[in-house]
């Protein structure tokens, strides 16, 4: 099993930033790939927001790219998520995600808050 804990979220007015951790434990050999999804309101589904590979290949949703950042310390087996000019659609619970390398395990994180006011 792999626990993933994040931290970072709160509140930021339109423009500010605001930088998000995940930090992985447990089975780390189980993942490879690492990232965030975001869901913007209860019932809605998660969407992607970026992930990055092991060898530090980022991948970006198009809405979040040229304003926010992925990065990770495979040492401390964590991931990054910085995020600048902040905008009120960017509002949403932030969940960190690893999908397992067996492609059939994916894992989750309970989710941190990021509310952007206008």
């Known amino acids: 099993q792999v626990r993933l804990v994040e931290s970072g979220g709160g509140l930021v007015q339109a423009g500010g930033s605001l930088r998000l951790s995940c930090a992985a434990s447990g089975a780390i050999s189980n993942i490879n790939t690492m990232g965030w999804y975001r869901r913007q309101a209860p019932g809605k589904e998660r969407e992607l927001v970026a992930t990055i590979t092991r060898a530090d290949n980022p991948n970006y949703a198009d809405a979040v790219k040229g304003r926010f950042t992925i990065s990770r310390d495979n040492a401390a087996n964590t991931v990054y998520l910085q995020m600048d000019s902040l905008k009120p659609e960017d509002t949403a619970v932030y969940y960190c995600?690893?999908?397992?390398?067996?492609?059939?395990?994916?894992?989750w994180g309970r989710g941190t808050q990021v509310t952007v006011s206008s």
């Open positions: 995600y690893a999908p397992g390398t067996d492609a059939l395990s994916v894992y």
